[in-house]
């Protein structure tokens, strides 16, 4: 069978949750992953009701096993192109060459977060290099912390890190810093440091310190950095739906597109969601797609009595 009500691309939190609330509303629908979450990393999920400090991967496999229990199907592969269909749906191109064909779409790509170029820090996330306090902060409360700046918000950002530990320091580049912004800084007993980050330092596969570029070493425990997040957008953007000033895609508050028939819910159009709210959106998204599908069903069961036939 390759013909399905509704495709979802990603089978992330956001993806399955709306494949969940699809599949009990009878729906035939497909999700197709390539099994990249953005949490992937970490080895533990926090903030999410009932579910605190569960491996991130264990979520996933449950909701797995909860949507295929009501029938929901599960693709793994990777999604290469959607392209309209022609009459009213879409034709999902996958990069194993095979394609299916579904009536509705919903993306659930996700991000990717793109870290600042620092010798050995991209080896150390998830680990002791983190980025969401609300996610891993407790489990660094009142150690030794810093924050790497210089890009914008990266000062609001500190001071909200601030939060979780007396022991804070604020790594920048010279001369970024406005007065009101340092201001702030010393108010709150946030430490600056000025300078080029040379690399972190690293023993016994532990984090230890920042080495700056002009001599000494700032022993450090965990290290907070904003990434630069990048939406895993283009099948969205390729079929024209309308984005924001900063390229983001806009939807409504139920995922909806600006494109008839798509939707789209997570961190894909969302870079705040975490893995409840981007579960909150699937689910809200899958609603308001059923709901579409109703009206479609209406139209044609109408079509369809007008020529004699009955439902
Ligand atoms: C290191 C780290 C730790 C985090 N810890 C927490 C935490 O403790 N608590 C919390 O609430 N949030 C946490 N987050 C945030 C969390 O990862 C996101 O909120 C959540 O993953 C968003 O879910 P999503 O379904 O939108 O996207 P994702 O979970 O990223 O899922 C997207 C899915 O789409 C699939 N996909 C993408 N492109 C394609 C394609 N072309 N074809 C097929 N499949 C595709 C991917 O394989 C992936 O499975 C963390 C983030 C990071 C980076």
Redesign the pocket.
Known sequence: MNSFDVAI???????LSAALVLARADRNVVV????????A??A?????LSRDGMPPSELLAKGRDEVTGYGGHLLH???ADVVPDGSNGFWVLLASSSRIRARRLLV????T?ELPDVPGLAER??RDVL??PY??GREVLDRQLGVIGGTPGAVRYAQIVRQWTHDLVYFTPPGLLTAAERAGLVARAIGIVEGTIARLVIDDDRLRGVCMADGPTVPRDALFVPPCFVP?SGFLTDLGCATNDDGWVTVDTTGRTSVPGVWA????VDPR????T?AGA?SAAAIAINADLVDDDVHQAITAYHLGYTA
């Open positions: 691309i990603g089978g992330g939190a956001a993806g197709i992953d390539d099994g990249t979450p953005r949490n990393p970490a533990h999920m926090h903030g999410f592969g990777t999604v659930t790509t996700g991000l977060d996330w998830a980025h969401c996610c891993h895993r819910a997570g961190n894909v969601a975490q893995v409840i981007a699937g």
